[in-house]
């Protein structure tokens, strides 16, 4: 078996460019935030690479791992095929999920919000307490809350609207005071689950942060909308 010769030339030739795009596949694999992209891009990058050292480097050893590595991920995608199938939500959960957790497969929006719990709630149910520590992330599917600071009533939040988001952003105290103002059913997770979820890098909690900006945007739009409609 003789061996590509490492010159300019034979990094450049049509053998060395089919090389590159494998590694190039890698790379960009590697930049996927959804794993299934990343298994797509990993198996694209697996099939250039057989094609590289099956009819250039003539190389059995390289040919058979790379089948490997396709096999493997190609199984793992069934495998999450097979969990989206299986995973179930409720109208109000399809609400949150499509409204907020866009970023996520259906079988992780499913795992997220099993670390949860949906709860209904009355009138006067204090949510948040200024300059205490926020011991839940609220999001609303039905009802509401008034927001005050200094016993100033200052915002309300209302369906598809997150309370206690800011503390989860900057670990801090709540800097407001939120209280149910109508009979309301929510989803509540602890905050000290999701901090522990962003520490590990969980794709869960980034999905999330994307919906809370997104939640925060509508917020500062609608402030800003106020006075003008006045």
Not at 10 to 30: D, K, R, T, W
Not at 164 to 175: K, Q, R
Not at 184 to 197: E, G, H
């Amino acid at each position: 078996m003789r061996a590509l010769e490492l010159t300019l030339e034979s990094a450049l030739s049509p053998g060395g460019m089919v090389g590159h795009l494998a590694y190039f596949l890698l790379v960009i694999s590697m930049l996927m935030r959804s794993i299934l992209w990343l298994r797509i891009f990993v198996i694209a990058s697996a099939l250039v690479a057989i094609t590289y050292a099956g009819i250039w480097l003539k190389d059995p050893v390289s040919t058979f791992w790379e089948t490997m590595l396709v096999t493997v991920n190609v199984i793992q995608i069934l495998l999450i095929w097979r969990s989206n199938r299986r995973a179930r939500f409720t109208e109000e959960e399809q609400t949150l999920v499509s409204e907020r957790l866009r970023n996520l497969s259906r079988h992780e929006a499913r795992k997220l919000l099993d670390m949860g719990l949906w709860v209904e709630a009355a009138p006067g149910t204090r949510l948040t307490d200024e300059g205490h520590p926020v011991p839940y992330l609220v999001y609303f599917a039905t009802g509401g809350a008034e927001i005050e600071v200094g016993g100033r009533i200052v915002a309300r939040c209302g369906p598809g609207n997150f309370v206690g988001e800011m503390s989860l952003v900057d670990n801090s105290p709540a800097s407001a005071t939120a209280t149910v103002n109508a009979p309301s059913r929510y989803w509540m997770i602890p905050t000290d689950r999701l901090r522990k979820l962003r520490a590990e890098g969980s794709s869960l909690s980034a999905a999330l942060e994307a919906g809370i900006a997104q939640d925060l945007k509508g917020k500062i739009l609608a402030a800003n909308a106020r006075p003008a409609a006045g």
